[in-house]
């Protein structure tokens, strides 16, 4: 079992998602996450289940989100990545009732047409998306303008930033969480930049 007893303990699971050890890596950090929740990994989703999803959306989902869901499915990542059924084009929530929708920016608008979700990270109404054209990754944060924030290139460091949190709630009692969750922000920050993970987390 994977326990977070120092900083070196946490583990970075892969550059980018296909690295030689990126499924030994992330299979062991969502077994321990499973573990600590009394949870069992989910199974892996078949191709024709993602090709059903990419005709219904009539473009692409990101090469590694797809090369994730295969491995690992929906698992827990700490956040809640959606079921294939729920994902869709962010614009749609709103058409029956636009004047209940955010008030967003030229800037905003730029980017809404093209922003697909596929996590809503906490619950909370924060979502993350993908780009239909680029793959690139956006936060769409209900609380504030601009609405719409590009925080990632691929979708592989959006994953990998969320199996980095996830160790922290693997914390041994003698170091306690609040450790833990100190030394993971600390590497999401050299990993992607305080501005992100402060945009990202809080």
Known sequence: MLTIKS?????IPFEKMGDETWIENTKLILLAFA?????????????EAIRIVEKRLDT????NLK?????????????QLQELDDIGWIQDIWKDQPE????????????LP???????????GNMFCFHSKTKEI????HDEQPYLTKLF????????????????????????????????????????SEAVIQKWKY
């Open 7 to 11: 900083k070196s303990d946490i583990i």
């Open 35 to 47: 573990g600590n929740w009394q949870n069992k990994l989910p199974e892996p989703i078949p191709a």
């Open 60 to 63: 692409t989902l990101p090469v």
């Open 67 to 79: 090369l994730f869901y295969q491995h690992f499915g929906i698992a827990n990542i700490s956040e």
């Open 100 to 111: 209940y929708g955010p008030d967003f920016s030229v800037e905003d608008k730029k980017h």
């Open 114 to 124: 093209f922003l697909i979700s596929f996590s809503d990270y906490l619950g909370n």
């Open 138 to 141: 956006y936060y769409f944060d």
């Open 153 to 192: 290139d691929d979708v592989s460091d959006y994953i990998k930033g969320c199996l980095i949190s996830c160790q922290e709630d693997l914390f041994d009692q003698e170091i306690g969480q609040k450790k833990a969750e100190e030394w993971c922000e600390e590497i999401l920050k050299d990993l992607f």
